[in-house]
């Protein structure tokens, strides 16, 4: 059982590594246009810093769940920590693109291994009953760092150089394994825990495949004809691994997980949720930039304010759900969800700044809650023994749909723009693509209504006795 005084702390340990590479990620965009200025590159080829991380994490997020299995998931999260701190210093040392994509990549395969790792951690240290509160507290970095990360990053590049987006990483990875050492505990690996080597090359040519070809279709990475080529491949890929995982004895990524109630329900529904919802970010970029004229930093410090109203929730989260249950709360709260998001897209250039926030603020808690009470329920009848493969399967298909959500939004911004004669992004073209996001989040409470309605009950039941 879990020390009373490090229900929190755990949490937000693993969380923090998930913070840091979240706003790795995101920051680096702002110094795109400087980096490729002190190479000599053209700016189109700066992509390849994006892309190629992307790609890391695709291939290597597969073999995580085998890897804490094999090796003990303490060893391999705070190796991944070092790895990524290491790396980060290779980027800030990086004097050509070639060496900056090369430390990109290794910072993305260290991200890969991190995340599901660190749920896997939290998933063998917390009780049940504590796991909506644990949850909670490691769904606010998902929430704050692609948020803070394009305001932070604009704040870096301006007043001191490109390089401190992955210099600010060097004291908190030695912090984090500091912290991992001191309080995570060390559970045991099992020697001889074989990998299934034509599962991870089918599922990582499959993901790959989907991943950069979605994030290819979304930002123009390639031509559109190269984009579809690639997913084409990648959901041929797919096909072949879903084939193999049903005839090989231990199967890299374990489909049968599925055949859970709860763990089945939360998958779909929470990616129909995630392929709606992971494109706001990027739509208020166009909206509040392209639209409105606000500056990256302006219109960073608006769209961090949903930030602010996920920290209030992560104090609510347990007591909503107590009171109504898994079942009713994801139902009510996919629709609270889709409306949010219509709403952002009514914003105009005349909307006052006090609607805008305050819109932001509860777009901000409703998905808080949502996210961590998906987090909870998803693992919430998972048997001990499969929560390595549950918190691979759940990374790698986060790691498709948000890719999906943002390369879908902006097909559909073309698509607007070429219907209605725009050569530029207007305030109407965002709108309709957001509310068509919010539609799709609401569609997924219709998911959820396939759950019991005592579904999750051991999560909260032993706290609200």
């Known amino acids: 059982m879990p020390d009373p005084s490090n229900l929190r702390r755990i949490p937000m340990i693993i969380g923090c590594a998930l913070f840091m590479e979240l706003i790795d990620a995101t920051a680096v965009l702002t110094a795109l246009p400087q980096m490729a200025r002190d ?249 509040f930039q392209l639209c409105f004229g606000l500056n990256p930093l302006e219109a960073g410090l608006l769209s961090f304010v949903g930030g602010a109203g996920a920290f209030l929730m992560k104090l609510l989260a347990v007591r909503i759900v107590s009171r109504l249950g898994f079942r009713r709360t994801l139902i009510g709260n996919a629709v609270l969800t889709g409306l949010t998001l219509a709403a952002c897209g009514m914003f105009s250039i005349s909307t006052p700044y006090w609607i805008v926030v305050a819109v932001l603020f509860t777009s901000g808690i409703i998905r808080s809650l949502q996210f961590s009470t998906l987090g909870a329920l998803t693992y919430a009848d998972v048997p001990p023994g499969q929560s390595s493969a549950a918190s691979s399967l759940s990374a790698m298909t986060i790691q498709l749909t948000m890719s999906l959500s943002v390369g879908i939004a902006a097909a559909l911004l073309g698509l607007i723009m070429s219907v209605r004669g725009h050569a530029t992004v207007a305030e109407g073209d965002v709108a309709l693509v957001m509310g068509l996001a919010g539609l799709l989040c609401a569609v997924s409470g219709l998911v959820y209504r396939k759950l019991a309605p005592q579904a999750g009950a051991s999560v909260y039941a032993a706290r609200s006795r």
Request: proline share 7%; charged share 10%.
């Open 39 to 287: 190479f000599g590159e053209p700016s189109v080829r700066m992509n390849l810093v994006v892309s190629l991380y992307l790609l890391a994490v695709a291939l290597f997020v597969p073999v995580s769940g085998w890897a804490a299995d094999r090796f003990g998931p303490r060893r391999v999260f705070i190796s991944a920590i070092v790895l990524f701190t290491l790396a980060s210093v290779g980027c800030a040392c990086s004097s050509s693109l070639f060496q900056l994509s090369m430390a990109r990549m290794a910072q993305g395969a260290a991200g890969a291994m991190m995340v599901p790792v660190g749920q896997v951690i939290l998933l063998r240290w917390s009780a049940r009953e504590n796991l909506l509160r644990a949850m909670s507290y490691l769904t606010i970095p998902a929430l704050i760092g692609p948020i803070l990360g394009p305001p932070l990053g604009g704040v870096l590049v301006t007043f001191l150089s490109w390089h401190w987006i992955f210099l600010i990483n060097l004291p908190i990875g030695v912090l984090g394994v500091a912290l991992v050492l001191r309080y995570i505990p060390d559970y045991p690996g099992t020697p001889g825990e074989v990998l299934d080597v034509p599962g991870l090359l089918l599922s990582a040519a499959g993901l790959g495949g989907l991943v950069f070809g979605f994030e290819a279709l979304g930002h123009g990475l390639l031509p559109r004809n190269g984009a579809l080529l690639l997913i084409g491949f990648g959901v041929v890929a797919a096909c072949l691994y879903v084939w193999h995982a049903r005839r090989a004895a231990h199967p890299l990524i374990d489909l049968s997980l599925l055949r859970i109630p709860t763990f089945g329900v939360t998958f779909w529904g929470g990616n129909l949720m995630r392929i709606g919802s992971a494109s706001q970010p990027f739509l208020l970029v166009l909206l």
